[in-house]
């Protein structure tokens, strides 16, 4: 039973360069946790930006208990906000 997708804006990162890029968690990944999910943020996104953007994933998800996430999505803008999108299992 899924309860619905969410969307919202959990941080701002420092993003002098400007990039904009946005990264889909495999379901493996999520099945992982919290810290493997900022990991792999941080890996896909890259460098300095990269880094700052794992943390910030990493320390939500720790909060929001991965075991609900059905699925996640990380967007960031050229401001530098980072917002995440995703979808609970339960309640």
């Given at each position: 039973m899924v309860m619905?997708?969410?969307k919202e804006i959990i941080g701002h990162v420092d993003n002098p360069e400007h990039l904009e890029k946005q990264v889909d968690i495999p379901t493996a990944v999520i099945i992982i946790g919290a810290a493997a999910m900022g990991t792999?943020?941080?890996?896909?996104?890259?460098?300095?930006?990269?880094?700052?953007?794992?943390?910030?994933?990493?320390?939500?998800?720790?909060?929001?208990?991965?075991?609900?996430?059905?699925?996640?999505?990380?967007?960031?803008?050229?401001?530098?906000?980072?917002?995440?999108?995703?979808?609970?299992?339960?309640?």
């Open positions: 619905g997708i969410k792999y943020v941080g890996f896909q996104i890259g460098g300095p930006v990269g880094a700052a953007v794992g943390a910030l994933v990493g320390a939500f998800v720790g909060a929001l208990a991965a075991c609900v996430i059905k699925r996640f999505r990380v967007r960031i803008n050229a401001k530098g906000d980072v917002e995440v999108e995703y979808e609970t299992r339960f309640a």
